[in-house]
């Protein structure tokens, strides 16, 4: 048997989830892409909602507002839709702080555990791993929030 002819299996539960990924980015574009206050969609940085930039590297003299390292090809779909359906579901109530540093840090940790942005991958230990980080990193105000 050669490569050709190995199937690459994939569970109802893989299939089912792509599917509903698609589909919330789907209808997260076309149905919330108008109200996120005259910016665009395909547009990296949403004006006083949200820049799709990575974290800063460490020891950098770069500080976040001015990263221009976009997020993962694999992430960044998901990340707009996301803050797409929060921004949209209470504007005022949404958190410019802690929000970006939970959307880095999960995008952060997918690449560390398993070389792709892919949201599907998302497990508990890159769950832990993220709460974990912002534990160690931030303020108690901005980590149990």
């Known amino acids: 048997m050669n490569e050709i002819d190995i199937v690459d299996f994939k569970n109802k539960t893989e299939i089912l989830a792509g599917k509903n990924l698609d589909e919330f980015i789907k209808k997260c574009k076309e149905q919330l892409s108008g109200n996120l206050h005259d910016n665009h969609w395909e547009s990296n940085h949403w004006k006083n909602i949200f820049k799709f930039t990575k974290f800063k590297r460490r020891n950098s003299k770069v500080d976040l507002s001015s990263n221009t390292e976009l997020l993962d090809l694999d992430y960044i779909e998901f990340c707009k839709s996301y803050v797409a359906y929060i921004f949209c579901s209470n504007p ?6 802690t929000f970006p540093i939970v959307l880095r840090m999960i995008e952060k940790n ?7 942005g892919d949201i599907k991958s998302l497990n508990p230990v890159i769950v832990d791993e993220c709460l974990s980080e912002i534990d160690d990193n931030y303020t108690k105000v901005v980590a149990y929030k």
């Open 92 to 97: 005022k109530g949404f958190d410019k702080l």
């Open 110 to 116: 997918l690449l560390a555990y398993t070389g792709s």
